[in-house]
């Protein structure tokens, strides 16, 4: 059975720092891997989505590694911005089109 | 990619009540997703809604206590049956977007039952 983790479950940092966000699943048979922003009671917003073929994907301030032979993924946010406080969630894609969730990682950016 | 619309976005509702919950999406898809997001917690696949057929529940999840409809590619129905306050969470609605591949999310419905 597949399980994600992702560490820390809590991050705090000054604005302007760099952002580094680490995800472990225990299963390497994966179809892709894909991060997700949530705002407080709200639903998921996708970042950005890795093709388990791929190595990385960027957008905008954004950059996500997978290297899939140990398991995980990095999640990188440079140059941080109050608005990007959130709690950011990794999933793994398998068979079956089913998405295994880690625990999340609550970010907050102080101003 | 797809945009799902959810709702209600919010309720509160009587224990032994049920509650039924909508999601919408502006193209067909080939898979719709449920999860259950209980308070502090991750996200818990409920079930995957088939067109056309009986969804398919995980460990844990029972049609008649989580009945889904699907009717056509792009509407999808949750409904939480028979409530208790355990069953207060955050419900989440997903379509697998094969367009990009990738998972789109509904805004969610934040069920409190009293």
């Known amino acids: 059975k597949q399980e994600v983790t992702q560490i820390p479950a809590a991050l705090s940092v000054p604005e302007g720092e760099n952002l580094v966000l680490n995800c472990s699943f225990t299963?390497?048979?994966?179809?892709?891997l894909q991060w997700f922003r949530q705002d407080p009671g709200k639903g998921l917003t996708s970042l950005l989505l890795?093709?388990?073929?791929?190595r990385e994907q960027t957008s905008g301030r954004l950059n996500a590694s997978l290297d899939k032979s140990s398991g995980r993924s990095t999640l990188y946010i440079a140059a941080s911005q109050p608005g990007d406080s959130a709690t950011y969630l990794c999933?793994?894609?398998?068979?079956?089109?089913?998405?295994?969730f880690g625990g999340g990682t609550r970010v907050l950016v102080k101003p | 990619s797809a945009v799902i619309s959810q709702k209600p976005s919010r309720d509160i509702c009587q224990r032994g009540t049920s509650l039924t919950i909508q999601c919408q999406v502006d193209?067909?898809?080939?898979?719709m997703f449920w999860y259950r997001q209980q308070p502090g917690q991750s996200l818990t696949l409920i079930a995957t809604?088939?067109?056309?057929?009986?969804?398919?529940?995980e460990s844990g999840f029972v049609i008649d206590k989580f009945p889904i409809s699907r009717p056509n590619l792009t509407f999808s129905t949750l409904t939480v049956s028979n409530m208790s306050p355990e069953d207060s969470s955050i419900y989440l609605c997903?379509?697998?977007?094969?367009?990009?591949?990738?998972?789109?999310f509904g805004s969610g419905t934040r069920l409190t039952v009293v």
């Open positions: 809604a088939n067109q056309g057929s009986e969804a398919t529940y």
């Open positions: 890795i093709q388990s073929s791929q």
């Open positions: 999933a793994v894609g398998a068979a079956g089109n089913k998405l295994t």
């Open positions: 299963d390497s048979a994966i179809y892709n």
């Open positions: 997903s379509a697998l977007d094969r367009g990009v591949d990738g998972y789109t």
């Open positions: 193209s067909q898809v080939t898979m």
